[in-house]
């Protein structure tokens, strides 16, 4: 899924500073991999550098390196994307490689990295490490740290990872269009000892939120409050994975949250501990039992805990309207209204009008109704047991007792010590 | 205040499998007391089972079971419910047992409980037990874990409880609707040893809000974030009983949020610490001092403090529109405007015409202005020195010397070693 | 900067009870000291009294007392203000003595205070010490603990400090107009004991933000979410101060947030951790490692760092709205449509008319717009790399090596033991 552009050929990098490539430069960038499709990919096993058991990004994916004189070098392309939010909705956004969100880095404490950033968007950007301490030129502030990067130009920004943690790339340069059109992605940065905080399953995410209209296919980006897509890795249910793990694995989740509002992040059947910021690692005695973790905008949290009950356990968003796709906002209350009559002249003039939220809404998450175009169902999704009635940013963790895998030898499986892929829907 | 509806007459319930009621098991339900009134109720002395201090709803009541062979049972009722806001205004809401929000389910640590849940709403329903541990097909989301409760049927849920805390039942099926209109309700889980975190006074509420235009009677369901009615169960001030102590006790106060938003709820003349979550309680080393916490949408949080400073300390959230009532949004700013000759104009029209907030708005909270039917004012109350001019989610905590009570022995408040009732308003 | 206008002769203070001011009494009122500058003023280092290392008030100042046997004697005016917003911008607010917020109240724990409240206000007020313990009649709420204070009447609240802390004042009297006004200030109590918690910088501000229409002067003061001037003590950016560090000092910054949401305050360059509430000091065994801090309505938080990274380090409300000014909301989005022809029809009708949005909205960081009078541009200020496309609450840590001052052995800067003023915008 992932295919290599020729980069080159397209780049017209030219020489601006130190920290920018020169065409010259340009014939020795790192590969920039794309990306085609949003399902949860493998974890990608280093394959050279210091050992660390890898990330599942769900519905995204990890970006690959080369390594270069003791130096881990990323090429990240800032560009337009096409994202399929869920089976039937894509959205125009900006991204990185291919997707927003853009793929995950991953690295550990102590790599040098120099990353490589081409910009091929109608305007200027740059990106900030959010998280991660560097030096002052690197921070990546357009005006501020840097010179904003130009469409067609490539900068470098080179830093070493000095503390392992949670961190986010996106802009700092028209801040609130870029982010509201989808730039962002992942860093973790793992301990150089391994036997630091192990966990068997290590999930990241990115909590964000558009305002599509219904029947159209490119946010508004200068929305504040009424956004109706919220979505976890530029996905909503039932498009965002499940996440699976077996009966007595240690699980970790990261998020960061790039909305414009708190998300009060609830998992039923465990209690869990906030484990981990994007200041750093928690002490142990400032933890705090919790079943739902408030996230604020610009924050990152990790939670852990052990999944010692087995089935599939809700995960989702605890305000009500973001496990909603786009709604109506306005429906008037029809509660206790018998419609009867007024169905009836209705569909004298309109034949396929059907009456609604009489009795309730619950209907809509059973039935179809017609929508428009390139738009998810208000409440959606199929369980073993009838209709979900959820959207937006719900989905599910499965703990199994048995996970079969044809593959799990397969070498980019085997850090995932005891189990299977964040992608795989076991059922039974 | 107590009434014992015959349910079983009216119950349609058939056997639908393992969880569900047949009409021969229907016989056999405990009965279903209903409430019919907003008012603090006394605290609920165990008659049974095992012993533990009881908690306050405030505006509330704790839900009687019986014991059945090791069980305890409960018999919920999920059904439309007229609940009075406030003294003036009355709303059409979904609850349980006659009220929104729901009673109080007390138990112990260790306890097995049976709680049935009978459906007389229009549209299916389910129970989840937010925080508390059960088996995966006991967690209430419909379509995932259970078939949703149809109209007329009743769903057991059987589990135990492992652990002591602070937890809340609310619908996952057509959820935004259900939990708009106004259904929840709040469970504490007594700890087995009644000496762990022992305190005189244990209060509860939830934290919700409804979107009521004036002069109508049902919320609207689909409103995310303009809500005008900002509640603790179900009341706004004036409507919210204070809470009572004496000097000296160590008093807890439970809230859980249900809401669209944060509520950072602000207590004043003292400082007090959070110790215990919907996740488990706090352990003392990672406690933080505070007059304001802040509680995310499906958090919960229990604050203690020693009452150690006497007369009525207001209880708050701190966001300003959060203690007003129902208010015109884009009210134009008349500061600085005079509006004399305004007013005459328009006298010659509308004789009852009014000027308002040429100076502020002072003048709204001492006068009558008119307005709609079943409509509170945008601020009201009245206190020892004039007008509070509150609203919405606003009472006090009164700390008194001296609690005077003739009915010291009941038995019922035998558990609150110290004082008086929640529902006193003692001016003295 | 401080006038010191003659109170005695405007005021028509009269006798109401114990807590108020006579006509007679009026004579010995302390001044009331005027501030006509929207400048950060250099730190008020302590005349008499205990010694205490000041603080330093973004954009704002400390209020001089008296002593007066024993007593710190304070006079606050309640007041309407014109405050400069940012240099083209001035709002007409209501403050204390002549700005808004009001001037910083710093005392020492132990100290007993007095605090003359005069209002010149059109309508009632009080004052709320929020955080501070105080006797239940001195906790400000109008109607419950006190008569409101008339209009040009004087009111006396007099306490002692227990506790040092971090704290504010606000009215509990048309709370939501007078806060939407902004009359807010902060407090600051420092230990009794200088080796507790010591910082070589320590600077305060509250949070704030405004609904004024673009074009117009007067704060909209029913807006309960759509503000649109996000503010740092009645600043935004370009118009708020940098705060200015040696390298290596350990720097304190305590804000308070006086809006309606949360806002979660950002700092690049430096992990940093909570060191104190407006519930007191953080026990050292449950701070977290942060980059950025949540703060909910009605929260203060203290953060502290190590100023350890040389460069001027971005400082901000992680809401992307939150660093923009007043916005059109609803503007279409443009990207990807080719707007030449329509502009070409346009501009027959408007010449001026320019086209934006098609590419991004970077330009308009950039380019000169064509703005309503008194209405800063949504994205602005300059770096020295170009745009800094910010706006609202952004500023800069600076941190430097070398700090010049001619007036380095200033009486009111001995007490900053490294460094220069936090007004100081050095370059180099």
Known sequence: MVTRR???????????????????????????????SAATQRPHLPPNGRPYNPVVTLNGWTLPWRMKNGWKEFHLIAEPVKREIAPGMVANLWGYNGQSPGPTLECVEGDKVRIFVSNRLPEHTTVHWHGVLVPNGMDGVGGLNQPQIDPSKTFVYEFEMKKSGTFMYHPHADEMLQMAMGMMGFIVVHPKNPGF???????????NAYDIDPGSYTPKVNTMLDFNLWTWNSRAFPGIDPLVARLGDR????????????????????DFEVT???????????????????????????????????????????????????????????????????????????????????????????????????????????????????????????????????????????????????YEWNES
Not at 344 to 368: F, R, S
Request: hydrophobic share 40%; charged share 20%.
């Open 6 to 36: 020729d980069f080159l050929r397209s780049s017209s990098a030219t020489l601006l500073g130190a920290a920018w490539v020169s065409k010259a430069g340009a014939a020795t960038l790192p590969e920039a991999p794309v990306m085609d």
């Open 197 to 207: 905080m192990p966990v068997d399953r290590d999930f990241v995410f990115l909590i």
């Open 276 to 422: 981990c910021t994007d200041g750093g690692w928690v002490p142990k005695s400032a933890r705090w039992p919790e079943v739902t973790t408030d996230i604020a905008v610009g924050q990152m949290r990790a939670i852990e805990f052990v999944a010692d009950a087995p089935g599939d356990w809700a995960f989702h968003c605890h305000k009500a309207h973001h496990t909603m796709n786009a709604m109506g906002h306005n429906v008037p209350t029809m509660i206790g209204v018998d419609q009867r009559k007024i169905v009836k002249k209705i569909n004298q003039l309109v034949p396929e009008y059907m009456t609604m939220g009489e009795k309730g809404m619950a209907d809509m998450g059973a039935m179809e109704m017609p929508i428009p175009e390139n738009t998810l169902p208000m409440m959606t999704g199929r369980g073993p047991y009838g209709a979900i009635e959820m959207g937006g940013m719900f989905t599910t963790v499965k703990v199994r007792k048995d996970l079969a895998r044809d593959d799990y030898k397969d070498p980019g499986w085997y850090r995932q010590p005891k189990g299977s892929a964040a």
């Open 251 to 270: 699980v970790r989740i990261r998020m960061g949250n790039l909305t414009m509002t708190n998300h009060p992040i609830h998992l039923h059947g465990v």
